[in-house]
């Protein structure tokens, strides 16, 4: 099997040499014959010097690719912009912030090739802040596991092995990255998990917190109902679809409470009426999004590389 190894960057300067170090003494590891590999890192649109360390590996013995977005995209346009220049059928992916432990690399390899569609790290002992980190993820995790085929317990690890064919425009939408095991798992694919190691953040900073549960809870009700979108415009219109649901379950909780504990006829209240609002306002909001995505499909410009990539580089020591 050949893989892939796609890392994305945002402003990761001082990991930037270390990772890859570590990269490259874990990947001679499992390199033989029968085991190619390639490097792909792509800078989305950091503001520090991560570019530029980047450039500094110009020297790597396997054969390693950079690329820079002109502007932060997101996480998942910088994997999906990886994905697209990857030449290897199977796609190894992890952060670039020193957490994910590519000491790891070896055992997930070894039971990716053992048979399934995916493998997914799972971070049993992290090292983050419990409320702004690992409390989100524990709620976004069980809302998954409630929601979708997937029993995974760490969805949000980003330490992954997986068929490139598994990507296509019912799973690449949105962030992707966050759910993926799930899609893939809702799409009839098996994905396997393994334990793996999570070191403490040393330099940078995290993007995520308590922002996430929202963002899962929207892409899970696409998961679940329309799955075939990919960018932001979701999100967007999703917000106020998620909050006019909450109000319609509120005003419905205020119904039940009226009727069993006050013994009140909630028909002779508007009640009714603003439960049947907020739900019809939601799914207006949500098929706004809908039709807002696909006008900027239509708008997409074709030369990706003149629209998002502003560097690229080749470094080839076969």
Known sequence: MNYTVI???????NNVEPLNKALLNNLKKVINDNRKFEIIYVDDGSTDNT???????NNNEIETIIIKHRNNLSQSAALNTGIGCSKYENLIILDGDLQNDPDDLERMIKSYEEGTDM?????KKRKDNFISKSLPSIIANFLVRLFSKSKVHDHGCAFKIFKKKTIDDLTNWGDFHRLLAARLANNGYHVKEIEVKHNPRISGKSNYGFERILKVFIDLLYLNFFKN?????IYFFGIFGFFSFIFAALTFAAMLILKFIYNTSFILTPLPILVIFFVMVGLIFLF????????ISQEKV?????????????????
Not at 51 to 57: D, I, S, T, W
Not at 304 to 318: D, M, R
């Open 7 to 13: 890392i994305p960057f945002y402003n990761e300067f």
């Open 51 to 57: 570019f530029e360390a980047l450039k500094k590996l």
């Open 119 to 123: 493998i997914i790290g799972w971070r």
């Open 229 to 233: 979108y990919k960018r932001q415009s």
């Open 288 to 295: 706004i999004g809908l039709l807002a995505q696909l006008i």
């Open 302 to 318: 074709k030369d990706v590389n003149n629209t998002i990539v502003k560097e690229k580089h080749h470094f080839n020591k076969n």
